[in-house]
């Protein structure tokens, strides 16, 4: 077998075997961790994102088109990763309200919520504790 | 390891032509032109942030390459192309904190498919040297056996799954097959996408023991999917093959996961074309020889 494939061989299976033994997950290699680690009931922190009309009313944006190139649930590794980077989180959200704009006195929060979650009707639910802002955009 | 990764030239050629069609059909509308629009600070990719100045054209240059790799035109230069522009337009979601898995083994492939000769038959390549055999040193490169590279391409095919099983198996260990965690899962999916409920969802969700089996029997084939390369022909193999695209097929009706689709390319190294094609000349001479064909 020539030099040139045996480097190839290589080059290609070796990392991918290291991400898969030391749980390292990085493009282009990856240890492939999709829903690996345990998902469960009860007390949860999550972030979501929310659109807050002047008078106060505010509602949590789902869209994936909206939250491209994230989504809900890709929302949430980018905020942990990013907690002690607030201009990250400032950035996304600035990005966001470019290019959705914002109407007059609107702004965008990132929160942070201890929720209970629970099961309904083959459903999941949430029941909210608390919530703190964790970054902002817009607004007066 | 050489008998380990003997594969055939011919299934090599037939995949590198289906493999590359099939991708520029999965990517011809998918644009990645919105790229450019994004904030440059929440970059974190290899090479520069994308521009709108110049993504339009990269994301047209990398259709175009996996058309003429498709076809065998320019192969050596095609693939790596299609291979080096893969890393950095099928990062992009990587690069800007989308933290997905749908996409390696397409790049790993691509990776495989450019350093292998993979043009020396079915190519219009091969055409042009025929008539300047001058040009086949350039064009072709060395005449030898490229089958490997098959070989090569099940194998990271193989270690994905494996690598799935195991950080299952490292995260949750064994409570992964208690059927509450995989209801679990589709609870989560279920409100994460929004997608439509299933008949499926609604009694894997009411039955304990048939989640748990259906874990069971997931993280079953993932850690057996090293065998399929190593066993290299009959039931064992096909189950395990079969039985991961049915996994995947599973995931996305249960799961909403869009994953099968883009990974089905792949697939396509599993399949013994240059017997399949035998299969159908030899049907045909045995239809063209009875007497009813006379």
Known sequence: MPLRV????????????????????????????????????????????????PDGR?????????????????????VRQRLKQPEQLRALLADYARRWPLGAGQRLELREQRVRLFQQDDRLHSQLFSSQVISEVGGP | MKSLFQGSDHDLEYCRVIFFAWLLLLFWSNSWDAYGQLSPSLYRGLGPPPDSAWLPALNRLWLLSLACASLGFLTRLSTWLAFALGVYLLGLD?????????????????????????????????????????????L????????????????????????????????SGLAFVDGENFQHILLFTQHWYEGQPSPLRGLVLHHAGLASLLAACGLALELSAPLAFFVRTGVWRWGLVLGLALLQVGASQLMHLDEFRKMAACY?????WSRLALAVASLKASRSSSPEAG
């Open chain 1, 6 to 53: 045996r480097v190839c061989i290589l080059v290609l299976t070796l990392p991918l075997l290291v991400c898969g033994v030391l749980d390292v997950d990085s493009w282009p290699f990856s240890n492939f961790p999709m829903y690996s680690a345990p998902l469960r009931l009860g007390m949860a922190t999550r972030y979501g994102l929310y659109r807050i009309e």
């Open chain 1, 58 to 78: 505010s509602r949590e944006i789902r869209s994936r088109e909206w939250l491209w190139p994230l989504n809900r649930q890709r929302l949430q590794p980018f």
């Open chain 2, 94 to 138: 990587w690069s800007f904190g989308n933290t997905h898995h749908t996409h390696h083994l397409i790049l790993l492939c691509l990776a495989a498919l450019a350093w292998a000769r993979c043009g020396q038959r079915f190519s219009l390549d091969e055409r042009l040297t025929r008539s300047r055999p001058s040009w086949r040193r350039v």
């Open chain 2, 140 to 171: 072709l490169g060395e005449s030898s056996s490229e089958g490997w590279c098959v070989r090569l391409c099940q194998l990271l095919w193989c270690l994905l799954f494996f690598n799935a099983g195991l950080a299952k198996l490292r995260h």
């Open chain 2, 268 to 272: 396509v190294f599993w399949i013994p």
